[in-house]
Structure formats: structure tokens, C-alpha cells
């Protein structure tokens, strides 16, 4: 059995980070019969977690399953890849958002905002900014299954860039779910090429700080914030979707940059590729 789970641990890992985290959002999205329990609802992004550290310790033992687990904590890293990770997304987004304005000659409408929708419309959005990181930071596990599961397995057999692109396809298809109740090809393709270029970046912080899941979901956790509080369209919509269309463009921009610059080979120049390789153990 162990044979079996290490053979096939990158499908079979997929399979239960995709089953528990789609019974939620299926079940919140009105699609199955039944409703899940809001203490269960808001460990959707712990699914990534659970699956991640229950396939690890099954095919790799204690210590590998330790090790992934903190990488969580690895801050050591420099300063320039917490800074990278702060800043190339909200550069994206605000810079979409104004293009935009400049082309429309309307400045941006922070009324509209999805925070108003979250916090209320009278709300002092400036108080929540803060908080709203730091619980997606806690709550959204989606990079211990990401970054820390299945990209090194991608990675054992493709180059950084090719696994990042696979990474990128299996993350879209993962927010499926989030478009059921209003779904629309043009949003949902616009959606897919940034998980493409998103991918790339987030691979490019994990194998520059030998696998730091704290700086890719530093990065991940920003992009949300700041989606979130800047006057860009629901993706779910069709509508409106000019600033998230730059945004899109502008990520695409960072990373074939970041493509050329560190090369497809390991998006780095200096570190190694991020890999697990189960050859020993099948043998």
C-alpha cells in the first residue's frame, strides 16, 4: 500500500485536497443537497493542510511530514523575497486599476470596492485592511497543497517553468466551484491566464528561498488583500472588468520577466529546484 501511495501520491494528494475543499464550496455555492456547518466552512483552506501532511506522513514519514510543516516558518530568507512578495502584486493590481482610470478619465472608485460588500458602506476601510491580511494569512492553506505538495512533485520531472504552467491549469480548475452560481467563459479565461503567470511567480519566491511556504503565502495573501480593497470587478462578472484585465496583463508582464531573467530551467539562478523524488523508496 505504501508502494501504491508513493507511486501515485501527486494524484491521489490532488484528489483529497479537491474533495474536501470542493464538498464546501459545492455545498456553499447551493449546488450539492446539503449544507456544511459554518465551523467546518471555515476550514476550507486547512483542507490543502490536512490533505498535504496526512499524504506526506503516509508515503514519507514523521520526519518529511515535520519538515513540510515548517516550512511555514521559514523566515530566513533576505529581505529582498519578503519585499518582492509584498510589493509585485499590489504593483499589478494598482497599476491596472489606474491605467484604467487614465483611459476612461474616471478615477478609481473605491466606494466600489468588494471590502464595502465584506466590512459595510460606511466602513473605514483603512482599519481592516491589516486584519483581513493577516486572516487570510492564517486561514488560507492553499499553499502548503500548492507550493508545498505538488509543485516539488512537478518539478522532480519537468522544468520550474513547465510545472508552474501544469500548477497553474490545476489551480484554475480548483476555483470552479467559486463560478458555479454565475458562471462566464470570457471572466473564468481571463482567471485562468492569471493563475498561469501567478504560478510562475509563486514558483519563482518558493525555489529563490528553498522553499519558503511563509514568503509564497505572504504573496498570496497581499494579491488578496489588496484585490480586495481596490475598486476591481468581482472575476466572477463579466462586467467592468477593465482594471482586472491590466492587472492580468501587467502579471504577465512580471512573469516573463521573471521567466527571462532567472531562466525557465529553475526560475532561478542561484538555488536549486524544489523537488521530491520517490525513487528510493519505490526501489
Known sequence: MKTFLNRHSLVIGLLLMFLYTWTIDLSNAGVLPFEVPFPIYITLGWGFIFASLLMTWLTLGKDK?????????????????????????????????????????????????????????????????????????????????????????????????TASLFLGVIWAFWHLPKYAANFNIAAFGWAVIHFLAFAIILTWLYNNTKGSLLVVAVCHAVSNTVGVFMPMANTASSENMGAYIFYVLFEVLAATVVTVVAGSARLSRTEEKQIQSFRSIQR
Open 65 to 161: 511530514t515535520v519538515t513540510l510543516f515548517k516550512r511555514f516558518f521559514r523566515w530566513r530568507v533576505g529581505w529582498r523575497w519578503f519585499l518582492a512578495a509584498l510589493l509585485i502584486e499590489p504593483v499589478c493590481i494598482a497599476a491596472g486599476v489606474y491605467l484604467t482610470a487614465a483611459l476612461t478619465r474616471t478615477p478609481p472608485d473605491f466606494s466600489a470596492a468588494m471590502a464595502h460588500q465584506i466590512f459595510g458602506e460606511s466602513a473605514n476601510l483603512l482599519v481592516f485592511i491589516l486584519p483581513f491580511f493577516l486572516v487570510d494569512l492564517i486561514t488560507n492553506g492553499e499553499e502548503m497543497g500548492w507550493r508545498g505538495y505538488v509543485l516539488p512533485r512537478l518539478q522532480a520531472n519537468y522544468s520550474a517553468l
